[in-house]
């Protein structure tokens, strides 16, 4: 699966899990909210991470406008780096424990526009779909070398199943995906 599959896939499971944060939060379900964050956190953890380690590394001298995008994904970042801090030395218990995640969601959306209305297009347009697979490949390789699970943990479930697990996960375009996008965007866990 090619590197901007992947990134997209990440962008649906972690839309879904704000989505069950505010949904639990709504609820005054703290156990769930809770749950939902840390999960949260894991994932951004992960996906930072690979974008930093990875991805960035091999787009960013593509063109100038990608090496812009990237020097301000780097920053946001950052930013979403130093929430999610404050948020896990916050008590949950606290009511600015719930406006710190809130405010890590906000900016995490706006981030994920970025890369998917600005960057995307011209990263696909500079790479063939061999370079994007091979780039594909070293992220799951290192997703997998973080302990996290990857596309080759559900790949073979059925469509069926993989639709079941997006809709518990509350992945949002569920209904619209191919097999290959639910298998990118569905957590095994």
């Known amino acids: 699966m090619d ?16 989505t069950r944060f505010k949904d639990a939060h709504e609820a005054d379900d703290e156990a769930t909210a809770q749950e939902a964050a840390t999960r ?13 380690t990875v991805f ?3 787009v960013q001298a593509l063109s100038d406008e990608i090496h812009d995008l ?16 404050e948020a896990r030395d916050t008590d949950p218990s606290n009511e600015h424990w719930a406006a ?32 994007l697979e091979a780039l594909g490949q070293k992220m799951e390789a290192t997703k997998r070398g973080l302990g996290e699970p990857t596309v080759a943990d559900v790949i ?8 079941t697990l997006a809709k518990e996960q509350q992945i949002p375009g569920r209904s619209k995906m191919s097999r290959d996008e639910l298998a990118a965007s569905v957590s095994p866990r």
């Open 100 to 131: 710190k995640v809130k405010v890590l969601i906000e900016s995490v959306e706006h981030h994920v526009e970025e890369e998917e209305g600005e960057m995307f297009t011209p990263v696909r347009k500079a790479l063939s779909p061999d370079q």
């Open 70 to 85: 990237v020097v301000e994904g780097l920053e946001e970042h950052q930013v979403a780096k130093e929430l999610i801090a």
């Open 56 to 58: 960035y590394p091999a």
């Open 3 to 18: 590197a901007l599959q992947l990134l997209i896939g990440d962008h649906n499971r972690v839309k879904g899990l704000f």
């Open 40 to 52: 949260l956190f894991r994932e951004l953890d992960v996906h930072t991470q690979l974008e930093e």
């Open 156 to 163: 073979d479930l059925t469509k069926t199943e993989l639709e």
